[in-house]
């Protein structure tokens, strides 16, 4: 059972670390965006 609810856990983790991943390379892109567009003056 031990072995069940650590992987479990396991699962829950690396799903919460892929989405923060995902919000942060988001964010990231966000940002480069608005650099761009400063740059060319948009």
């Known amino acids: 059972i031990s072995k069940q ?3 479990a856990n396991n ?3 690396i799903k919460k670390w ?7 390379t988001k964010i990231s892109r ?4 608005r650099k761009t567009s400063n740059r ?3």
């Open 5 to 7: 609810t650590t992987l």
């Open 11 to 13: 699962v829950l983790v």
């Open 18 to 24: 892929i989405e923060w991943t995902v919000r942060d």
């Open 30 to 33: 966000i940002q480069n965006r």
């Open 40 to 42: 060319t003056g948009c």
